[in-house]
């Protein structure tokens, strides 16, 4: 899926910040963030509830003023040339009012009609996103009647009506069952076919995984890493050991007894489980063994395996923090 890096023509950033400071109040949202993104390329922007995020897609899409720091979209500075910004981009949500009792078509054609496309230029342009976004036969029936994955494939085909350059995707499926995430998932892949770049907001590793060639990963208003997924997971993530004490009484015992680096071992309690992260696995895992042996402690299991995309993320936001906790 990252076969796209590659610059097409008439590349450059898209989308650039650089040092972006947003305060509200004595809160600061965005402490220093960085961004390029390529045209025609899908950037994830990958970070916990509270992270930025929305500040900087609302910093982005001229909807609010940032304190400090450059910020272009589309080649133009969002401060002094925000018109020429909102001409070029599109908002996930920003016609969020559909009317349930008009028909998928009928919506499009309305916003169409908003946005001076003229009656025939609005139903053309209704029909071909419709059938981009798979929605033909559903396009016909009352908005109310549609699932949330419709609805939402719904709501991007209507932040494309104006054919924008620059797509900004707040957390597009949060709220969407595993079945409507796939339909979301299979609609922003093809937005990229058609040229769009797209600025994908989520909390989802995996999301950012199967959708983004490039992720920022944000925590407290700033950038703390940034790659390709693959980049990323073998940066965050090392092969890790799990062993589970017979004895819960002997679970402190066994962490010291281990051979793991104490800033690394996770250990959780309920299920007498304790975790580290692993450079050679077979030597590891006989150095367990034996040292568990040694002590006389006795293990329900020990297993080695690839650590989760959770656990790259959690180490990526924060490294102190306990996997357990
Ligand atoms: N209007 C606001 N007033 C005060 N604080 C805000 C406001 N909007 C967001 N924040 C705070 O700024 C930080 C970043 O918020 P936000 O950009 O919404 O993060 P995210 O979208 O990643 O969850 C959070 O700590 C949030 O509580
Ligand atoms: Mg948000």
């Given at each position: ?240 050991v799990d062993v589970v004490v ?12 281990l ?15 304790i ?13 367990v ?10 293990a329900?299991?020990v ?23």
């Amino acid at each position: 899926m990252n076969e796209r890096n590659q610059m097409p023509t008439g590349g450059g950033d898209a989308i650039l910040m650089e040092g972006v400071g947003k305060r509200y109040g004595d809160k600061r949202a965005l402490d220093g963030l960085d961004l390029a993104v390529r045209r025609g390329t899908v950037h994830g922007l990958l970070g916990p509830n509270g992270a930025g995020k929305t500040t900087t897609v609302r910093v982005l899409a001229t909807l609010l003023r940032h304190d400090e720091g450059l910020v272009r979209v589309a080649g133009h500075d969002v401060r002094k040339e925000a018109a020429e910004v909102r001409r070029r981009i599109g908002l996930l949500g920003q016609h969020a009012a559909l009317d349930e009792e008009l028909s998928g078509r009928q919506n499009l054609e309305m916003f169409g009609r908003l946005f001076h496309l003229g009656a025939r230029g609005a139903g053309l342009r209704a029909d071909a996103l419709l059938e981009r976004f798979g929605l033909t036969d559903t396009g016909r029936k009352p908005v109310r009647q549609y699932s949330g994955g419709m609805r939402r494939r719904l709501d991007l085909a209507a932040s494309l009506i104006t054919e924008p350059e620059v797509l900004f995707l707040d957390e597009p499926t949060t709220g969407l069952d595993p079945r409507g995430r796939g339909e979301v998932w299979a609609a922003v892949r093809s937005l990229v076919d058609g040229g769009t770049t797209v600025l994908l907001t989520t909390q989802y590793l995996e999301e950012a995984d199967r959708l983004a060639d490039r992720i920022s990963v944000v925590d407290g208003g700033r950038v703390v890493a940034e790659g390709t997924p693959g980049e990323l997971k073998s940066r965050a993530g090392r092969d890790r050991v799990d062993v589970v004490v017979r004895d819960a009484d002997r679970l402190d015992e066994a962490v010291r007894v281990l051979p793991f680096g104490a800033g690394e071992t996770d250990v959780d309690r309920d299920r007498r489980l304790i975790s580290a992260p692993v450079r050679d696995r077979m030597a590891s895992l006989a150095e367990v063994v034996r040292a568990l042996e040694a002590a006389g402690i006795e293990a329900e299991d020990v297993a080695l395996r690839r650590p989760t995309l959770d656990e790259a993320f959690l180490r990526l936001t924060d490294g102190k923090r306990e996997v357990a906790a």
